[in-house]
């Protein structure tokens, strides 16, 4: 069974552009949720969609935005890059959430605004 | 704000003895709480889970603690191998949203 995939793994962006992250599911999962992790701030939950409606979010201005496809898929933006928006964005699947179904992790896409 | 707190950033312990992670909250709505592990350049895995109903879970040589009037969760290996060195997040959720702790790294010594 295949994993979380994230793609890209690896980006450089300057302040100011826009950058688009993309995660696949595990097969089957209906939830996928997005964290941001940093050192000293540990892992922060972005949102979460599930059935292509998101379900849950966290607190990120507006510039975090996020959207779940028909197929599970997910994708999460950011406009308007700021220095503190490098991190390691993280992206986790489940079957039916937290509850239903431990978090599956992605490698993650690690994001350097320069 | 933070609801989850991992007091410890880091920890050695010698191979074979016990190994004890330390996670405080300040919530007490959290109902689920779940610890995970993450080695570098992998994301986090699913190591072990307790409901807020419980006060002990045991899965081989991983044991979870809740105590729910300390509002202190803790994580026991028995007996830690250099294979468990890794950074451990704890993490609590109420209505499907989890907050995790910063994460404290764990060293075996061999």
């Known amino acids: 069974k295949a994993g979380v995939t994230q793609t890209p793994r690896y980006l450089i962006k300057t302040r100011g552009q826009q950058v688009t992250l993309s995660c696949s599911p595990i097969?089957?999962?209906?939830?996928v949720s997005w964290y941001q992790q940093t050192p000293g701030q540990g892992l922060q939950f972005l949102f979460e969609y599930f059935s292509e409606t998101q379900r849950n979010k966290g607190n990120f201005p507006g510039r975090f935005s996020g959207r779940q496809f028909s197929n599970s898929r997910s994708e999460m933006n950011v406009s308007t890059l700021e220095l503190g928006d490098s991190a390691l964005y993280l992206c986790?699947?489940?079957?039916?959430?937290?509850?239903?179904?431990?978090?599956?992790f992605g490698e993650g896409s690690r994001l350097t605004v320069l | 704000d933070q609801q989850v707190k991992q007091n410890s950033p880091s920890l050695s312990v010698q191979e074979g003895r016990i190994s004890i992670l330390n996670c405080d909250y300040t919530?007490?709505?959290?109902?689920?709480f779940l610890w995970y592990k993450k080695y570098p350049a992998e994301g986090p895995t699913f190591l072990i889970s307790?409901?807020?109903?419980?006060d002990k879970n045991e899965d081989g040589r991983f044991t979870v603690f809740l105590n729910k009037s300390a509002k202190h969760l803790s994580l026991h290996i028995v007996p830690s191998q250099p294979g468990d060195s890794a950074v451990y997040f704890c993490a609590a959720s109420v209505e499907e949203k989890l907050t995790f702790g910063t994460g404290t790294r764990l060293t075996i010594i061999p």
């Open positions: 097969s089957g999962h209906r939830s």
């Open positions: 919530n007490s709505m959290f109902d689920y």
């Open positions: 307790i409901s807020s109903i419980k």
């Open positions: 986790a699947s489940s079957y039916g959430g937290v509850r239903a179904g431990e978090l599956f």
